[in-house]
């Protein structure tokens, strides 16, 4: 008899399992666990043969609990049921110990049958999810499939800049940064943010290559950048639009002969005529 612990957080789904396999003669359940971590608590009171485990599940996931699962109890077998078919999800599974893979729309009799398989020490695979894995184990993405714009954009994304700030750095919209990053994830095969980040600093030449990391992404010729204050030796100009400070103030902070006062006024020559000051501010 193979001695099956089913995990799954809902009830409907617990219960429906138990039935498909109640009508069985040579497959039974000896337990249910509703998360990850009553799962491993459960494999040591029920010493199961097979753990069908969902992945999707409050507290400890279904890919935690198989790790840990498959630590202490090697002799174990954990089979995944899910309605979750992607690359990243089977591939975190499959790297977690899982001996097989199937999802909650298969017939009950090929669920029987992947019982009983990975009972047997087999691997019982979805097609859909071995074509996943088929797919994830060619020739991984390089740099090179990638057009000049995107590599830019994920250079900056691997340097940890947001969206708004890509686009003021590269002189495009926030819209077609968001655009670029959903056709780099497709090609470089990642689901989130961190990920592309992490395969930018693996496999773009600006971290990859001697001095890499300090290195600027490439950067369009509509991008600006600031100026340095101080470069070559000389000051920075003032920003547009303000006025620098008085000329009396910008020569050691005071003028020849006024111990720190500003200049006298100078008489126009005429009696009442307005002063008319030697030097002009911001002049």
């Not at 138990?18 to 491993?40: H, K, L, N």
């Not at 991984?140 to 003021?168: D, F």
């Not at 950048?225 to 000329?247: D, E, N």
């Not at 006298?264 to 002009?280: D, E, K, L």
């Amino acid at each position: 008899m193979i001695d099956v612990l089913l995990v799954d957080d809902h009830a409907l789904m617990r219960s429906g399992l138990r039935g498909v396999i109640a009508g069985s003669t040579d497959v039974q359940v000896v337990g249910m666990a509703s998360d990850g971590a009553e799962a491993v608590s459960a494999v040591a009171t029920t010493n199961p043969h097979v753990v069908l485990m969902d992945l999707s599940m409050p507290g400890m996931d279904g890919v935690t609990a198989t790790r840990q699962i498959t630590e202490l109890y090697p002799d174990v077998a954990v089979v995944i049921l899910t309605s979750y078919s992607d690359e990243q999800r089977v591939l975190e599974a499959m790297d977690a110990g899982a001996i097989g893979y199937v999802l909650k729309d298969t017939d009950p009799v090929h669920l029987l049958a992947a019982i009983r398989s990975a009972a047997q020490g087999h691997s019982p695979l979805d097609p859909r999810v071995a074509r996943t894995i088929l797919h994830s184990r060619r020739a991984a993405p390089t740099a090179s499939e990638l057009t000049e714009r995107e590599e830019e954009v994920l250079a900056l994304v691997g340097r940890g800049l947001a969206n708004k700030q890509i686009a003021r750095a590269l002189d495009i919209r926030e819209g077609t940064v968001k655009a670029h990053l959903t056709s780099v994830f497709q090609r470089i095969g990642v689901r989130d943010r961190t990920s592309a980040a992490l395969w930018a600093r693996t496999n773009l030449p600006q971290f990859t290559e001697p001095g890499g990391p300090g290195r600027r992404p490439p950067v369009s010729g509509g991008a600006r950048r600031p100026a340095t204050p101080g470069r070559g030796g000389r000051p920075a100009p003032p920003a547009p639009g303000r006025r620098g400070p008085p000329a009396w103030r910008r020569v050691g902070g005071r003028t020849p002969g006024t111990r720190g006062r500003p200049p006298a006024a100078a008489s126009s020559g005429r009696p009442g005529a307005p002063a008319i000051p030697r030097c002009v501010a911001g002049g």
